[in-house]
């Protein structure tokens, strides 16, 4: 679920034209890193790579989980701090002034807000889970 908000996250963010880089920058970057490893991971236990690498899976994915909810946390932060912005005027020069959003773009900012938040609730209880497993496993 969490890859499927992802992904929305990241059209919703690139169809505004990333009038702010500075900030939607990172959230795209967040987006499109952790929809890409968490593809990989699950790869990883899709084709049986998990059997041949000794590795603390349960570990490794509590690890995961947990960096990619404090990173998506941090970009749901920046992109309603983007959205909130969308009344100030930006001047492109002496005498033409535009807002930083329009309107359709302002619309596109709050959906990509709600699932920015939602993706980061995915991944926080998915750190949740992995954390659980973690300890049942090593008690």
């Not at 968490?38 to 490794?60: E, T």
């Not at 492109?92 to 939602?118: K, P, V």
Request: charged share 10%.
């Amino acid at each position: 679920m969490s890859c499927l908000f992802g992904t929305i996250v990241w059209i919703l963010v690139a169809s505004t034209g990333v009038p702010l880089p500075l900030l939607q920058g990172w959230v795209m970057f967040v987006a499109v890193t952790s929809w890409f490893l968490s593809i990989v991971f699950l790869c990883v236990f899709l084709f049986g790579y998990a059997n041949r690498i000794a590795v603390n899976w349960n570990q490794a994915d509590f690890v995961f989980h947990g960096a990619t909810f404090v990173f998506y946390f941090g970009a749901f932060l920046l992109q309603a701090a983007t959205t909130s912005l969308h009344h100030f005027p930006r001047k492109f020069n002496s005498t033409t002034q535009d807002r930083i959003l329009s309107g359709r773009e302002y619309n596109i900012s709050i959906a990509a807000s709600i699932f920015a938040f939602a993706t980061a609730i995915c991944y926080g209880c998915s750190t949740a889970l992995a954390l659980r497993r973690w300890r049942l496993n090593n008690s």
